[in-house]
Structure formats: structure tokens, C-alpha cells
């Protein structure tokens, strides 16, 4: 009677191909740098945390560590230019940290309510908390024409809020209107991808390695927000209008109907 070979245990390599052929479907308008950059680099700490027996909450953690290591940095120390790139480079591995654990999730089949929840509101602290660093580093150290351009950080910390939060409402109010069913994942094309650019998080990242011409940075970063809000106001128009076409939410025990409509456009 001959017994069953255990199956080798998943390498690194394996595991990052693994996870390229399982990668979930884009949603409509996903930034280009999530879909080309961000998320490719995430497998790579997934396939380690997968082969270090971490769970995803752990990785969740290291990207709150990294992002917090960031924002500290960019409130404490006047803007340099190596100043500038610490804080890239500490955002940008928390964000592609923040993508790993999601995947690390999928490889173990591990996905979970909580780590869910654990992961949105590591994501809403990040989203508010870089706003606000850059209202004190701007507070401290620019020389402003005027201190009504303290209110672009402070409007920007509103838009991503917003947009954030605007986001994961319609995914909560379409589930409980239609039920949590199977979704079909519309693709993102390269030219919605390319509009999308200037909202997604990795961009901001990067734009702090500007820090050591400040000038330079604050015009980027204005027009970053500008970019932001006109792309947060079309959306909460077509957010609406998917709201306002919801049936109403059927009575308890009352069998939900199926929907095929695809995920909501996303700002990241």
C-alpha cells in the first residue's frame, strides 16, 4: 500500500507566477500606476510573506509601518532633496505593501471580514494623514505668498477622504440592494488608465521627490488636487446616477436579485 507524496512547498518564484496568472480583474478606471507598477511589485513581498508563514493582517501592519515612517518624516524635517526621496521611498513600499496583503490573501485562500476591515482603515488613516503632514510641513517651512494656500492640503485631505469613502459606499449600498453576488470586472483601458493617473497614490508618492525644489513640489501638488477634485466631481455625478437606478432593498427574506452589472469606477 503506498502512501501520498506531499506536494513541494511553493517557492518564491512559484508563487509570484502564481499569483500573475490569478491576479483579479481591473476595475473600470483603475490608475495606470496601480494596474503597471504597484501591483506587479506587491506580488513579490506576497510570495515571501507566503513562504514566511505571515498572515495578511501582518502585512497589512508593515504597511502601516512604512506609510507611518513617512508621514513623520514629511511633518518633522524641513523639505531636502534626500528628505524627499526617504519619503517616497517609505510611501511607496507601504503602498506596495498595501497591494501584497490582498494578495497574500488570494495565494492562502485566506481572505477574511476582518483583514477586510483592517485593510480600509489602514487605508483611510493613510489617505488622511499625508494631507495633513504636508499641511505641517507647508505650515513650517514654505514661504507662502499667502496663508490662503494652506487650504490646498486641507482641501486635498477632504477630495481623497471623500473619494475614499464615496467608494466603498457603493460598493456596500450595491450589495445591499442587489445582494453580494458575483460581479462581472469590466477591464480598464489604457486611455481610461492614463486619465486616471493623477489620483492614484503611487503618483503622490512620487511627487514628494520634488521635495528638495518646494516651489516645484507645491505647484505639482496643487495641481494634483485640482486633478483630483474635477475627477471626484464627475464621478459623484455618475456615482449618484448608479445609486438613484438601485431598486429598493427587498424585504428580510425576500430573495434578492441577481445583478450583472460590472464594479464601480474606483479613484485611488
Known amino acids: ?30 490608475p495606470a500606476y496601480s494596474l503597471f507598477v504597484n501591483r506587479p511589485l506587491g506580488r513579490i513581498p506576497a510570495a515571501i510573506a507566503f513562504r514566511l508563514g505571515w498572515t495578511p493582517n501582518m502585512v497589512t501592519a508593515l504597511s502601516a509601518g512604512f506609510t507611518l ?7 518633522t524635517f524641513p523639505p ?3 528628505m524627499g526621496i526617504g519619503v517616497w ?23 477574511s471580514a476582518a483583514g477586510e476591515w483592517l485593510d480600509h482603515v489602514v487605508d483611510a488613516w493613510k489617505i488622511s494623514s499625508v494631507h495633513l503632514a504636508v499641511l ?22 477632504i477630495v481623497a477622504a471623500v473619494a475614499f469613502f464615496a467608494m466603498i459606499l457603493n460598493d456596500l449600498l450595491k450589495a445591499k440592494h442587489t445582494g453580494p ?16 493617473l493623477p489620483t492614484d497614490f503611487g503618483v503622490l508618492c512620487a511627487s514628494f521627490a520634488l521635495l528638495g525644489a ?28 448608479d445609486m438613484r437606478a ?3 432593498a427587498p424585504a428580510e427574506g425576500t430573495p434578492r436579485h441577481r445583478s450583472t452589472e460590472g464594479n464601480p469606477d474606483v479613484i485611488a
Open 136 to 157: 505641517v510641513l507647508v505650515y513650517r517651512f514654505f514661504d507662502l505668498p499667502s496663508p490662503a494656500w494652506l487650504l490646498v492640503p486641507l482641501v486635498f485631505t
Open 69 to 75: 515612517g513617512g508621514v513623520l518624516l514629511l511633518a
Open 89 to 111: 521611498l517609505l510611501l511607496a513600499v507601504g503602498y506596495v505593501l498595501d497591494s501584497a496583503d490582498g494578495q497574500l490573501a488570494r495565494l492562502q485562500h485566506a481572505g
Open 1 to 30: 500500500m503506498t502512501g501520498s507524496v506531499a506536494a513541494p512547498p511553493l517557492t518564491v518564484a512559484d508563487a509570484v507566477r502564481q499569483l500573475a496568472f490569478a491576479q483579479k480583474g481591473a476595475a473600470r478606471g483603475a
Open 80 to 82: 531636502s532633496l534626500m
Open 214 to 241: 518646494p516651489p516645484v513640489f507645491f505647484a505639482v501638488y496643487t495641481a494634483l488636487l485640482a486633478a483630483n477634485a474635477l475627477y471626484l466631481g464627475l464621478a459623484l455625478v455618475k456615482w449618484f446616477g
Open 181 to 196: 453576488v458575483a460581479t462581472t470586472v469590466h477591464s480598464s483601458t489604457p486611455l481610461r488608465s492614463l486619465l486616471g
Open 246 to 248: 438601485l431598486a429598493p
